[in-house]
């Protein structure tokens, strides 16, 4: 059984958002356990979006 060109799509759509997701929820906690500030913890969730935007426009 083969997949079809668009259930890998739709496939790798929804796990680069979960990934996204999991990444910001990673550096958010990180942050978070460190400074334990909840400025820093929306500052680098916000820098991991902006990084992901820059990677999106550069390649």
């Known amino acids: 059984m083969t997949n079809s060109p668009r259930v890998t799509i739709m496939s790798a759509r929804g796990a680069a958002r ?5 990444g910001s929820a990673l550096a958010i906690a990180i942050s978070w356990s460190e400074h334990h500030s909840l400025f820093w913890a929306i500052v680098q ?4 979006w902006i990084y992901v935007i ?3 426009v550069i390649r």
Do not use: E, H, L, R
């Open 18 to 22: 979960a990934g996204i997701s999991f």
């Open 45 to 48: 969730g916000f820098f991991g």
């Open 54 to 56: 820059y990677y999106a």
